[in-house]
């Protein structure tokens, strides 16, 4: 199961800055939160990760409280083409056979529509 | 560089027949995972390979299974297709497989469509 919780869809202003909000109570001291988004049926695309830090990256920023169990995702500008799906994930890096693994667990993410 | 490419796009096969969807990761990458996404249960993992080894591998049937060449190109193949398979399949490259953060390439998918 998805270890992280977000809004189902939010609205935005073209424009304005977008703030995705992420619950993570769970997450572990090794558990990096990334960021993906996906427009219709195409494949998700990278936007961000973090593991205690803010980041910054030329697509977005990259907010995680002190606690570490939530953290936001802000899209300075949004544009119309900034309207998709947004995943927040918090990664288990353990895999089955116990090894290391890349394994994302997708929840249902945030619907961003970004509105003229 | 290229991006990750998976062929075909778009496939129809119908009920009881075997398919084999391939997937050509971006170059210098080792890790290479398949992901599946239907409407009703999102997109869900599948199996990862990495150095031609299976890494890890989701809750899916035995029908579904996977390999991983030298090159790093991989292919998964579902045997005894059901109506249930239709879905978007996704591949996704990564330059290696390990506990730090990694971030992951994912190709177009290939939409099957099973009648």
């Known amino acids: 199961d998805a270890k992280t919780t977000q809004p189902p869809s939010m609205d935005c202003a073209e424009g304005r800055a977008a703030n995705l909000p992420c619950n993570h109570s769970?997450?572990?001291?090794?558990?990096?939160v990334y960021w993906y988004r996906q427009i219709h049926s195409q494949g998700p695309q990278y936007i961000i990760h973090g593991l205690k830090n803010n980041e910054t990256n030329e697509m977005a920023s990259l907010i995680i409280t002190e606690d570490r169990k939530s953290s936001t995702l802000i899209l300075p500008h949004a544009t119309l083409r900034d309207t998709a799906v947004y995943y927040c994930i918090v990664r288990d890096p353990l895999g089955l056979y116990g090894g290391a693994t890349n394994k994302l667990i997708f929840g249902t993410g945030t619907l961003l529509a970004v509105q003229p | 560089k290229a991006g990750v490419t998976q062929t075909p796009r778009y496939l129809i096969k119908t009920r009881g027949q075997q398919v084999t969807l391939s997937c050509s990761p971006i170059s210098g990458h080792r890790s290479v995972s398949w992901y599946q996404q239907t409407p009703g249960q999102g997109l869900q993992f599948l199996f990862e390979y990495f150095s031609e080894t299976q890494r890890n591998k989701g809750n899916f049937p035995g029908r579904f299974s996977g390999r991983q060449f030298s090159n790093s190109r991989s292919e998964m193949n579902v045997s005894t297709l059901e109506l249930g398979d239709s879905a978007l399949y996704l591949c996704?490259?990564?330059?290696?497989?390990?506990?730090?953060?990694?971030?992951?390439?994912f190709g177009p998918g290939t939409r099957l469509t099973v009648t």
């Open positions: 996704a490259s990564s330059l290696t497989s390990g506990t730090g953060a990694y971030e992951q390439y």
């Open positions: 769970t997450i572990s001291g090794n558990e990096y």
